[in-house]
């Protein structure tokens, strides 16, 4: 069964270091998606993706954020510079039009900011 | 605007009884109602969707949900716990495509 794949499963940074999540879509999925989710918190919509541009985003995704799909395969989140706030749980979600807007999760990526 | 509450932070139940997960959603046009369940240190598994089709909706491991519009509620339900159910448990709602989600409910499984 096709699924998501996020790299790395776990990222350690430094505080103000430049980090890059990496997620695979399933292969046909148009539509694609960053959450993120604090410990112990709700998952929390930080953008979409779609035709290789933004449509939507979060008051969570300031101008530290930015999102890629560079190769036509990869979708990445780049955070420019790390807070010690941005530790969480970063999942990729991914969504073809026609199934009833479901979507797909990747197994995440844990970042820990130090 | 869209939003979901999600009724109990922690649920704890016994071996063999009902589960029951609360979830009341708002939304200004007809909803699609998601629950997602997250064992520990995993991602987000899709349990079950409602699509505006049946209302009574059947998922995997054996949870169903209704969608009852009056109440603007989308409940999940197991008969018989499991304890390989402990887990924790959103609800979410979708927005133009995006998924706002609850706060989650903890399920603890007693022996």
């Known amino acids: 069964e096709p699924e998501v794949t996020q790299t790395p499963s776990h990222q350690v940074t430094q505080m103000g270091q430049e980090v890059i999540l990496r997620c695979v879509p399933i292969?046909?999925?148009?539509?694609f998606y960053w959450y993120r989710q604090i410990l112990g918190q709700k998952v929390e919509f930080l953008v979409s993706f779609y035709n290789n541009e933004i449509s939507e985003k979060s008051e969570i995704f300031d101008d530290q954020f930015s999102v890629e799909r560079p190769d036509g395969s990869n979708f990445t989140l780049k955070i420019r510079s790390t807070k010690l706030e941005d530790s969480a749980m970063y999942f990729c979600?991914?969504?073809?039009?026609?199934?009833?807007?479901?979507?797909?999760f990747g197994p995440g990526t844990r970042l820990t900011v130090l | 605007a869209q939003s979901v509450t999600q009724l109990g932070s922690h649920v704890s139940v016994s071996e063999g009884a009902l589960v029951l997960l609360r979830c009341n959603y708002s939304?200004?046009?007809?909803?699609?109602l998601f629950w997602y369940v997250q064992y520990p240190n995993q991602g987000l598994q899709l349990l079950l969707k409602?699509?505006?089709?049946?209302?009574l909706v059947k998922g995997i491991n054996g949870f169903e949900a209704e969608f009852k519009k009056s109440e603007t509620s989308f409940h999940l339900t197991k008969p018989s716990a499991h304890m390989s159910d402990a887990a924790e448990y959103f609800c979410?709602?979708?927005?133009?495509?995006?998924?706002?989600f609850g706060q989650g409910t903890e399920l603890s499984v007693k022996p």
């Open positions: 409602y699509t505006s089709a049946a209302t």
């Open positions: 939304s200004s046009v007809p909803p699609y």
């Open positions: 292969s046909n999925h148009l539509y």
């Open positions: 979410a709602v979708s927005l133009g495509g995006k998924l706002i």
């Open positions: 979600a991914t969504y073809s039009s026609g199934l009833d807007n479901e979507q797909f």
